[in-house]
C-alpha cells in the first residue's frame, strides 16, 4: 500500500512568489491535514481537510491556503512568499478526521521550502 | 484546553541503556496519545498509540509508553537504546473531534557508541 506521497520534494523560490505544494493521501484515505515544521516554531498546524471539507485551520495569515479534490489529493497554495515561509511542509492522511479519538495520522516525507 | 509538553528537549544515552522520553498533557477530555518519531529529513512516523484501552501500549522497534491519569503522563521508553534509535520524538495529543492534533516541541534523542 502506497504512503502518502508529496511533491516537489524540494524548492527555492524568491520573495513576492508564489508555491503549490501537492499531497496525495493513502489509498481510502479522507482527511488531510497539512503543517508547517521549522526549527524555531516546531509543528504548527496549517488545515485540515475531510472530504472535500476544509475542516479545521490554524493560525496563518491568508496567504495559506488549501483545497481537497474528490479523489482526496490536496494541494496547498502559499501566495507572496516571505524569507519566513522557508520551512518543511509536512502533509498528514488519515482515515477519519483528526482529532476524532483514535484517529493517527500518516505522514509524507514533506516539501521543503527554502525562499531567498 | 488541550496541551502537551515534552519535558526533555534533548536525551543522550549510550548504545545498550535504557531510553526515557518525558511527556506530560492536559485534556478536559478523554485523550487519545500518540508517539511519532522523525528521522532527519523525513517525515513522521507512528511510534504508538493509546486510545483508552491498556494502559500499558507496545509499539515498533522496542518502544512502549504507559497512559497514567492521575499523573497525566505518557512517557516513552526502550530498555536498550540501538544508534538507530537517534531521532526527534514527538507525543501529540488528539482530544477533540473537529480539533487539530497537538504536538509537543520534540525530544531530540542521541545515541553514543
Known amino acids: 500500500k502506497a504512503g502518502v506521497t508529496q511533491t516537489p520534494r524540494y524548492l527555492i523560490k524568491t520573495r513576492g512568489q508564489q508555491v503549490t505544494l501537492s499531497c496525495s493521501p493513502i489509498?481510502?484515505?479522507?482527511?488531510v491535514s497539512w503543517y508547517q515544521q521549522t526549527p524555531g516554531q516546531g509543528l504548527q498546524f496549517l488545515f485540515e481537510?475531510?472530504?472535500?471539507?476544509?475542516?479545521n485551520k490554524g493560525n496563518f495569515p491568508g496567504r495559506f491556503s488549501g483545497r481537497q479534490f474528490s479523489n482526496s489529493r490536496s494541494e496547498m497554495n502559499v501566495s507572496t512568499l516571505e524569507l519566513g515561509d522557508s520551512a518543511l511542509y509536512l502533509c498528514?492522511?488519515?482515515?477519519?478526521?483528526?482529532?476524532?479519538?483514535?484517529?493517527?495520522?500518516?505522514f509524507g516525507e514533506g516539501s521543503r521550502l527554502t525562499v531567498l | 484546553a488541550q496541551s502537551v509538553t515534552q519535558l526533555d528537549s534533548h536525551v543522550s544515552v549510550s548504545e545498550g541503556t535504557p531510553v526515557l522520553l518525558r511527556c506530560n498533557y492536559s485534556?478536559?477530555?478523554?485523550?487519545?496519545l500518540f508517539w511519532y518519531v522523525q528521522h532527519p529529513n523525513k517525515g513522521l512516523q507512528l511510534l504508538l498509540k493509546?486510545?483508552?484501552?491498556?494502559?500499558l501500549v507496545k509499539g515498533i522497534n522496542g518502544f512502549e509508553a504507559e497512559f497514567k491519569k492521575s499523573e497525566t503522563s505518557f512517557h516513552l521508553t526502550k530498555p536498550s537504546a540501538h544508534m538507530s534509535d537517534a531521532a526527534e520524538y514527538f507525543c501529540?495529543?488528539?482530544?477533540?473531534?473537529?480539533?487539530?492534533?497537538?504536538f509537543g516541541k520534540g525530544t531530540t534523542l542521541s545515541v553514543s557508541s
Open positions: 498528514a492522511s488519515g482515515l477519519r478526521s483528526a482529532g476524532i479519538q483514535g484517529g493517527e495520522l500518516f
Open positions: 489509498s481510502g484515505h479522507r482527511s
Open positions: 481537510y475531510f472530504s472535500e471539507t476544509q475542516r
Open positions: 485534556s478536559s477530555y478523554s485523550p487519545s
Open positions: 493509546y486510545t483508552s484501552a491498556a494502559t
Open positions: 501529540v495529543v488528539s482530544a477533540k473531534a473537529g480539533t487539530a492534533l497537538i
